[in-house]
């Protein structure tokens, strides 16, 4: 039982939605979705539902926020106002202008900026259905757009969050076990180096849990990699077929 009195892993180490505390939520990626963008993603993880589209490289307007030496990435992540049980205040507000923020660096970590200076490229995240990891969730279907807009990276990042609920370290925390869990740590990595690009945590943890959580993470980002290069091969099949 957690913290809050609540049971979310059963005496099995089951959850209340049927995964072991090593199992992601299912999870469906559909590249180049949108006609008029030049690349998107579509994403679903468990109750999650994403849209992430790229515009550029095109020249940096406002100007003066130009760099001389690469592009810049701006990425603006939008929680809709019925993608959650209450209406959401649609706009910007603080936590959608921090998931920007690490949204972008973690992407310039891969993207070759230097090719293209002057430039912005733009990535459009669209939360459309939340139901907690949604940071994880724009981030990896915005590296699909990228991937599917053609422009070079290094590599294609996978994101997923682990945390701990009900004192077990779990994987990819849903809605309730955010909501009543001790911590959430959402966390992104190049997967042909297992680079770290994103980290967060709240919560708390012992060192050996954080490390524990760490694992779990970045072991899932590869199956989450390997579902980021399944969807652009269809993507390029189709492309061949039409
Ligand atoms: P993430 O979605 O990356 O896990 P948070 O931990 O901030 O980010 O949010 C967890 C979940 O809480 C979201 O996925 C969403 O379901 C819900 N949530 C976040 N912000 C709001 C909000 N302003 N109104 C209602 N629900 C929200």
Not at 2 to 12: F, H, Q, R
């Amino acid at each position: 039982m957690s913290e809050n009195g609540i049971t979310m892993v059963d005496e099995n180490g089951m959850r209340l939605d049927g995964r072991t505390a090593e199992e992601h939520r299912p999870i469906k990626i559909e590249a180049g979705v949108l006609k008029n963008a030049d690349g998107s993603a579509y994403l679903e993880i468990g109750k999650n539902k994403v849209l992430a589209a790229v515009y550029g490289p095109r020249e940096c307007h406002p100007r003066h926020m130009q760099n001389p030496t690469r592009a810049i990435i701006q990425c603006k992540y939008n929680m809709q106002a019925y993608s959650v049980g209450d209406r959401k205040r649609p706009g910007t507000d603080r936590r959608s202008t921090e998931i920007s923020k690490i949204i972008s660096e973690a992407l310039e970590n891969v993207v070759l900026t230097e090719l293209y200076p002057r430039a912005s490229i733009d990535v459009y995240i669209e939360i459309l259905q939340a139901n907690a990891g949604t940071r994880c969730a724009g981030l990896t279907a915005a590296s699909v757009a990228l991937a599917d807009a053609g422009i070079p990276m290094r590599d294609i990042i996978p994101a997923i969050a682990s945390g701990k609920a009900d004192g077990h370290v779990l994987l990819d925390l849903n809605k309730e076990e955010d909501n009543f869990g001790e911590a959430d740590v959402p966390m992104a990595i190049v997967p042909g180096t297992d680079e770290i690009v994103l980290l967060q945590m709240d919560g708390h943890m012992t060192r050996e849990e954080f490390d524990r959580a760490i694992e779990m993470g970045v072991a899932a980002c590869h199956e989450v990699s390997d579902i980021q290069k399944d969807a652009l091969r269809r993507r390029y099949s189709a492309e061949g077929c039409e």
